[in-house]
């Protein structure tokens, strides 16, 4: 199957600051990618829809200013988590849909702590 | 609108055991089906699917068969083993339509020797 690479894996920082993850399709082109956030024991919770070369769509009830989404080519998208605060402490994945399959495949995710 | 309703967890089995992890769903038109897995720590990987009914997932012994009239696509597996532990999700895509996935809110499976 195709391969979506997610980094980085793990990242500390302190509250205030911002942080980059980055999402990469290895093997395939992607227009469409997704991010999505998982409280812990719990489902995926889809925070937006990244589309290559326009803004991003987010669902209801996520800050657009907070999680800036970037999606500049057919193989990077990018979340940054802008002025962190605790509260955005959790388990950040993102997915890249491969067109002929219809299929979404996932990065391993980034486990971000805000101190 | 679309749903996915899983079987909750978590489920315990001891090694070699028959597993089943009911998912049945709400779509209109004719969705796509998966099963996604993920170990502790790690994003999802994608298990099986299905794209029309009664097609048959399968992969790494495990298998899911998409049946319309009871709007079903059930997991299983014959001989569970201790590094089948992890999380599955059962997931929907809608087609011709929105692109999303619709999950499941996913089920522990625990395996022991």
């Known amino acids: 199957g195709a391969v979506v690479s997610q980094h ?7 509250s205030g600051t911002s942080v980059k993850i980055e999402c990469r399709s290895l093997d395939f082109q992607a227009t469409t990618m997704f991010w999505y956030r998982q409280f812990p024991k719990q489902s995926l919770m889809l925070m937006a829809t990244s589309n290559e070369g326009s803004k991003a769509t987010y669902e209801q009830g996520v800050e657009k200013d907070k ?12 979340l940054t988590v802008t002025s962190a605060h605790p509260e955005d402490s959790s388990f950040y994945i993102c997915s890249a849909r491969e067109l002929a399959e219809n ?3 996932f990065g391993a995710g980034t486990r971000l702590s805000v101190l | 609108g679309n749903s996915v309703t899983q079987m909750e967890g978590p489920v315990t089995l001891s090694e070699e055991a028959f597993l089943t992890i009911n998912c049945t769903y709400t779509a209109t038109g004719y969705p796509s089906l998966f099963w996604y897995v993920q170990y502790p720590g790690e994003g999802l990987q994608l298990l099986l699917k299905a794209t029309k009914a009664d097609d048959k997932g399968s992969n790494k012994g495990f298998e899911a068969t998409y049946r319309k009239e009871t709007t079903s696509f059930h997991l299983e597996k014959g001989s569970v083993q201790v590094s089948d532990s992890a999380v599955y999700f059962c997931a929907l895509s809608p087609r011709g339509g929105s692109e999303k996935l619709v999950f499941g809110k996913g089920t522990k499976l625990t395996v022991n020797p």
């Not at chain 1, 980085?8 to 302190?14: F, G, L, N, R």
């Not at chain 1, 080519?73 to 990018?78: D, F, R």
């Open chain 1, 8 to 14: 980085p894996s793990w990242v500390i920082c302190k």
């Open chain 1, 67 to 78: 999680f800036l989404i970037n999606h500049a080519s057919l193989t990077l998208s990018t």
């Open chain 1, 103 to 105: 299929i979404q495949y």
